[in-house]
């Protein structure tokens, strides 16, 4: 069964810095793309960026370019957002998800809660 | 980037109702979309990819069609546990974009 789990979420004043993880089983991890996309509360799925399976492609959505970095370990199966200089914006639940060859989303994690105030 | 627009917003819809939801994209996107179903609290569950290709595990009550800047989805007799919020998603070109979504309630 395919699973992915993110952790670290939590709550961080602007201009802090967090990093996510989401580790995933189930399926070959290092033959998958892999994503973030993030949810607002009460608001719409944006994506965030992504990840080629060898790491040499990424990618990230404007409003996060130059503050968050995707990485991933294949050896330890997981996914990472390091997030620095950090907004109110950037308050949202925060998806990890597989990537099919198509660029839909086929599992998604069950989303980890960074919250950003002073 | 390329933009999606849900219509409607939000749709009240009784048990055995057909629910059509439509996006259109600011641009030609081919057949490069696909549905999602996001029930509170919870991730999304792809319903429809490549725009009309039915996720194995969905019902066949759930269907989609069109191409190029016009597509839909449609519930053709819709159930209680259909309710959540409806989005699409091109998947033609980055940034990978999501239409604002369609919340589906149940009389």
């Known amino acids: 069964e395919v699973q992915l789990v993110e952790s670290g979420g939590g709550s961080v004043q602007p201009g802090g810095s967090l990093r996510l993880s989401c580790a995933a089983s189930?399926?070959?991890?290092?033959?998958?793309?892999m994503h973030w996309v993030r949810q607002a509360p009460g608001k719409g799925l944006v994506w965030v960026s992504r990840?080629?399976?060898?790491?040499?492609?990424?990618s990230y959505a404007d409003s996060v370019k130059g503050r968050f970095t995707i990485s991933r370990d294949n050896a330890k199966n997981t996914l990472y957002l390091q997030m620095d200089n950090l907004r109110a914006e950037d308050t949202a639940v925060y998806y990890c998800a597989r990537g099919t060859s198509t660029w839909w989303f086929d599992y998604w994690g069950q989303g980890t809660l960074l919250t950003v105030s002073s | 980037d390329i933009q999606l627009t849900q219509s409607p917003s939000s749709v009240s819809a009784s048990v055995g109702d057909r629910v059509t939801i439509a996006c259109r994209a600011s641009?030609?996107?081919?057949?490069?979309l696909a549905w999602y179903q996001q029930k509170p609290g919870k991730a999304p569950k792809v319903l429809i990819y490549d725009a009309s290709n039915l996720r194995s595990g969905v019902p066949s009550r759930f269907s989609g069609s069109g191409s190029g800047t016009v597509f839909t989805l449609t519930i053709s007799s819709l159930q209680p546990e259909d309710f959540g919020t409806y989005y699409c998603q091109q998947a033609n070109s980055f940034p990978l974009t999501f239409g604002g979504g369609t919340k589906v309630e149940i009389k």
């Open positions: 990840i080629s399976s060898d790491r040499k492609t990424i």
């Open positions: 641009h030609h996107i081919n057949i490069w």
């Open positions: 189930g399926f070959t991890f290092s033959n998958y793309w």
